[in-house]
């Protein structure tokens, strides 16, 4: 079927560094990214009509990122659903701009979470060291972290469907692989002395360190500083910029969280998915690609079955064989083809990075570029 074009992705750009060394703050990189994101697209900031912006630059975030890039948009947009607010605005923006409210979005993201010694994953009290949420009330009274939560997932999984290790490893070795070909996160490898920078191996990961029993070291993604900035357009304005539009022609949203009874191996993706397949007219067989979010390796594993690539339980056997890597386009989909979170960058909140490199795959411009089915 013929996709609806109501809105595209014209500019990106990927902040370079991943340890800034307390050089600069967030809203600088977010500016920095954001400029040369628009000088990507051909635009100029007075172009720019609407914000989206998930608060990572400081408080009050819509006025913050406002009035330090000097904007007065038409569309403000603070939605936060941590990692995942990038994909939520970026379908926002698309219905904004469809509905006539805006031309030009901006979304922009910045951390310096390695700089500042943030303790992602690890602290009791969750990324920003707050107090204790309701949503917590299951598992922070008892001193569980956010890597250990992830654990008690992957054990599960593993309980219950027989997934292996070396399963969960294939994961790992194919974004270090990806990662290896690409030049920025190498340096970035180097920049947060990683030992031993090379393309991994199943041994390598099953037999690294334990983190939270069974996620071991090289399952869990780096703490890197960073930043991206995204443009999207209207089709009058996306068909005068410089490079070839990329599209937006499906979305869901959905929430996950801990439940009284709830399946922890089911993530959001179970519903969120069959609405945005529903709204492009494709199916998961057709996909080249699948830029998913991997804060582990059991994230990427249950994902995988939550978009339909495989039925439940059945991940493991599914990414068997190197099947997530870039060349194999008749395997399918390549996995974080820049190196995901596990080995190019993970400032925090990384939906946006899925982004950047589905719009480089997109465009022809990935270190490990995909051949496209035709």
């Known amino acids: 079927m013929s996709q609806k074009r109501e809105a595209a992705i014209v500019g990106i750009y990927e902040y370079p560094s991943r340890d800034v060394e307390g050089k ?13 994101a628009l000088e990507d697209a051909g635009l100029s900031w007075k172009d720019v009509d609407a914000i989206y912006d998930a608060g ?11 009035e330090y890039f000097g904007i007065k948009p038409n569309v403000i947009d ?54 204790v949420q309701p949503a917590d009330n ?16 992957a054990q599960r999984h593993c309980n219950q469907y027989g997934t292996t290790a070396e399963q969960l490893a ?32 199943i041994e390598d990961v099953v037999t690294s ?6 996620l071991r070291l090289l399952e869990c993604c780096m703490i890197s500083d960073g930043g991206g900035a995204v443009v999207i357009a209207s089709p009058e304005v996306a068909q005068d910029c410089k490079k070839k539009p990329v599209w ?18 089911t993530s959001a993706g179970a519903q969120s998915a069959p609405a945005a397949f529903a709204d492009a007219g494709v199916t998961p067989a057709e996909l080249d690609i699948a830029m998913i979010y991997d804060s582990f390796s ?35 989909p390549a996995l974080n083809t820049d190196g995901g979170g596990l080995s190019s960058n993970h400032p925090g909140m990384r939906g946006i990075f899925l982004l950047l490199e589905a719009t480089r795959q997109l465009r022809g411009e990935s270190t490990s570029q995909v051949a496209m089915q035709n």
């Open 170 to 201: 294939e994961i790992s070795v194919a974004t270090r692989l990806h990662a290896m070909r690409n030049p920025e996160a190498v340096q970035a490898m180097k920049d947060l002395e990683f030992l031993d920078i090379r393309e991994t191996t």
């Open 298 to 332: 059991i994230t990427v594993l249950t994902i995988l079955e939550d978009l339909g690539f495989c039925s439940k339980g059945e991940g493991g056997a599914f990414v068997e064989g190197g099947r997530l890597r870039f060349d194999r386009p008749n395997d399918g």
């Open 138 to 153: 299951m598992e922070s009274f008892a001193g569980s972290t956010l890597v250990a939560n992830y654990a008690m997932v």
């Open 24 to 36: 600069v703050s967030p809203l600088q990189i977010k500016a920095h990214c954001a400029a040369k």
């Open 78 to 131: 603070t939605t936060a659903t941590g990692g995942s607010a990038y994909e939520f605005q970026a379908a926002h923006a698309r219905r904004d701009i469809a509905a006539g409210r805006a031309k030009v979005a901006l979304l922009t993201y910045g951390s310096t979470a390695h700089s500042n010694f943030a303790n992602i994953g690890v602290g009791g009290q969750g990324l920003h060291g707050g107090a």
């Open 209 to 214: 360190r334990i983190i939270a029993d069974p």
């Open 56 to 66: 990572d630059g400081g408080g009050m975030s819509g006025l913050t990122i406002a």
């Open 248 to 265: 937006i022609i499906g979305s869901g949203e959905a929430t996950k969280y801990p439940e009284s009874g709830g399946d922890i191996t």
